[in-house]
Nanobody, 126 residues
């Protein structure tokens, strides 16, 4: 079992940047692919980005490609989501999630993931 705690959310203006962190504890962090999802009010939880267990491979939703970057450090048991050029439509609660082997790394389903953090709110004003 792995426990996940997100941080770094906040209220920013369009065009600003934020860096989200997800700290893991429990079972071997390096065993898991790590993903970020987001959920806006009244909407489903959507995939944002995935990083492979060793950090070598990254995948992004089309809506964030070129603006967001996912990375991890297995010595610190942490995954980050660097968000640049933020838009109002990026407003959501952002969740990190862990899964040993997602079926589809570049479009995983939230239902595949066994472990979730509590979420951190990101609000982008226009």
């Amino acid at each position: 079992q792995v426990q996940l705690v997100e941080s770094g959310g906040g209220l920013v203006q369009a065009g600003d940047s934020l860096r989200l962190s997800c700290a893991a504890s429990g079972r071997a962090f390096s065993a898991y692919a790590m993903s970020w999802f987001r959920q806006a009010p009244g909407k489903e939880r959507d995939f944002v980005a995935t990083v492979s267990w060793n950090g070598e491979d990254t995948y992004y939703a089309d809506s964030v490609k070129g603006r967001f970057g996912i990375s991890r450090d297995n010595t610190e048991d942490t995954v980050w989501l660097q968000m640049n050029s933020l838009k109002p439509e990026d407003t959501a609660v952002y969740y990190c999630a862990a899964e040993v082997a997602p079926a589809d790394y570049d479009n995983p389903q939230a239902t595949e993931y066994a472990y979730w953090g509590q979420g951190t709110q990101v609000t982008v004003s226009s």
